[in-house]
């Protein structure tokens, strides 16, 4: 006989991502979660329930940034998300997509100006993709016995805009663009591979 954990109560960030997944895809598109503990590189399954088709997702959340002077002067509105991932977690996972999750400091309108609140947005990109924009640019850190990739997304939502401004190979780089994976535009990829 089997043991099972209680893995009915989400992590946070899974929940967040369930709940925009079940927005931002199709209406036979509906989301589960492993419930063996063993699958660490997935937390969530999506499964269009019309045509059979699976993907699978790992979530990597970040709490708000508010940024420096400086990273407001040069990338303009906004704030950033701080994630940490393990070389070994992209190149051994299983999962075909990773979502990024980022709460980005926003203001209101100008009629309540110096009033902030935090607005979700989501940095959705196939394990291939991330696999490639790693190799390509990125340095990683180490943390131990573990090789670690330090992603600084910013996310201007009035642009929008997304990109990463740290640890990069070549020091005279900048930015890495991510803006195509952000929000609805990073979806439709995923929404084209579950039709």
């Known amino acids: 006989m089997k043991s099972y954990k209680n893995f009915w109560s989400l992590n946070t960030d899974e929940a967040v991502v369930t709940g925009i997944l079940r927005d931002e895809t199709n209406k036979n598109v509906e989301v589960f979660m492993p419930i063996n503990a063993q699958m660490k590189d997935i937390d969530l399954i999506l499964v269009n329930t019309k045509n059979k088709k699976i993907k699978t997702i790992q979530v990597k959340g970040s709490r708000a ?17 701080f994630i940490d991932v ?20 926003e203001q209101f309108d100008n009629k309540n100006k110096g009033r902030v609140y935090l607005r979700q947005h989501t940095i959705t990109i196939s394990k291939k993709e991330l696999e490639e924009k790693v190799k390509k640019y990125k ?57």
């Open 86 to 105: 393990t070389s070994e977690a992209i190149d051994n996972s299983i999962a075909d997509y990773f979502i990024f999750l980022i709460y980005v400091l």
């Open 65 to 81: 940034f508010e940024g420096n002077n400086t990273q407001i002067k040069n990338y303009g509105y906004g704030s950033y998300g």
């Open 139 to 195: 340095k990683s850190a180490n943390r131990g016995n573990q090789q670690v990739y330090h992603f600084h997304i910013w996310i201007n939502p009035k642009t929008p805009k997304a990109f990463d401004f740290a640890n990069f190979k070549n020091k005279t780089q900048k930015k890495e663009d991510y803006s195509k994976f952000l929000d609805k535009k990073g979806f439709q990829k995923l929404n084209t591979d579950l039709k």
